[in-house]
């Protein structure tokens, strides 16, 4: 996944052939990692708004979850947005939004295989023993991380610092 | 920890130096305080770093 140009508002990127597929495997993977409840609040049981206040979190939560893989499935395969080149891949541009959302699709995916694998400390150099078990769960983290970096890099301008 | 930046700009519409300095406090201390709000404007904020799953919660001031 390369970035090709940025403009304010438009970001366009080519995929290979097997980028394309590794991103479109990788977003499909997201029901295999969900993450762990979220608590609104430390003591979320303490009063009745707080309980109320967690309850409506957990709703919102679950609405976008389900809208952005309806949405993220639209972006993928809308021609206008992400489209096969001849002979070149694919080109996939994404507005604001559309960046914002892949971003968030991505880390809910580097996240929850990173909680699935037991939220091991790779920055500490925690190895991970690989078996049948978290082989899925390791690939995932590790492309939805290429891809999210690749994405963040060029949302931030950060390569032409 | 880019992402975390990203993603303070994102929701408060913070400057990048504001957010770096708030990614940093939860790199080295686990938490940063990000804002003091009602319990309303509290909650949405509570919402959409939780759509970037980020760890965030609500606390009453004490």
Redesign the interface.
């Known amino acids: 996944m390369k970035l090709l140009s940025r403009e304010p508002g438009r970001l366009v990127f080519r995929l290979s052939k097997q980028d394309h597929e590794a991103l479109l495997t990788t977003l499909r993977l997201r029901p295999l990692f969900p993450?762990r409840p979220?608590?609104?609040?430390?003591d979320a049981d303490a009063d009745q708004?707080l309980r109320a206040?967690q309850k409506?979190?957990d709703a919102?939560?679950e609405q976008?979850r389900t809208e952005q893989v309806s949405d993220m499935e639209a972006l993928m395969n809308d021609e206008a947005r992400c489209a096969a080149q001849p002979g070149s891949g694919w080109r996939l541009i994404l507005n604001d939004a559309d960046a914002?959302m892949l971003?968030?699709a991505l880390?809910?995916i580097r996240?929850g295989s990173w909680e699935k694998l037991g939220a091991p400390d790779f920055e500490a150099g925690q190895h991970l023993e690989l078996d049948q078990e978290n082989f899925l769960a390791l690939w995932a983290f590790q492309l939805s991380e290429m891809f999210?970096g690749t994405l963040?890099a060029a949302?931030?301008g950060?390569n032409e610092e | 920890m880019q992402y975390v930046t990203h993603a303070f700009q994102a929701v408060f519409g913070w400057d990048r130096a504001k957010a770096q300095k708030h990614m940093m406090e939860v790199h080295e201390l686990g938490k940063s305080v990000l804002t003091k709000e009602s319990f309303e404007k509290a909650e949405f904020y509570v919402h959409q770093l939780q759509k970037y799953s980020l760890q965030a919660t609500m606390e009453p001031e004490e």
Do not use: C, F, G, K
Not at chain 1, 38 to 42: F, L, T, W
């Open positions: 993450r979220r608590s609104i609040a430390s708004n206040a409506d979190l919102a939560l976008h914002e971003l968030q880390n809910e996240v999210q963040l949302m931030t950060e």
